[in-house]
């Protein structure tokens, strides 16, 4: 659970290097959150919407409305923490951060988008460079040799 809140504690923190685990509990967090919610809309809104005696056509609007004025505010929230995530992911690789809004640009361009997700998502999954690099130390610690322990 630590993993997962992380992000949050280094809210605005673009520099520095972070692991392939905190970067993966984050995004398997945001995953779980909006799944939860989502699977709370359709339970309620099934329910309010659902034909028969006594059931309001509008209250199943009304409920997506509130559904996505909640997830607008929850992306709000982890957009910032996202970004500084996935910036010092992308340092652990001694990439820089730039790359990440390169992927921002090619997602909007047809066919080309594809592409720009795959190799994105094999440079989240590779290891990062072992030992310190431009960014920082290394996150797990190879490569700090102790003279004397």
Known sequence: MEWM???????????????????????????????????????????????????NPMAFFTVFGGYFLVLLIWFVIVIVPSAAVTVRRLHDRDMSGWWY???????????????AMIAFLVIMFLDGTPGPNRYGPDPKGRGVVDVFS
Do not use: D, Q
């Open 5 to 55: 809140i992380l992000p949050f504690k280094r809210y605005a923190e673009f520099s520095g290097r972070s692991r392939r685990l905190e970067f993966w509990m984050f995004s398997v967090m945001n995953i779980i959150a909006v799944a939860i919610w989502t699977s709370l809309l359709f339970t309620v809104g099934m329910a309010v919407g659902a034909p028969g005696a006594g059931a």
């Open 101 to 115: 809004l390169g992927y921002l640009v090619a997602s909007f361009i047809p066919l080309l988008n594809f592409i």
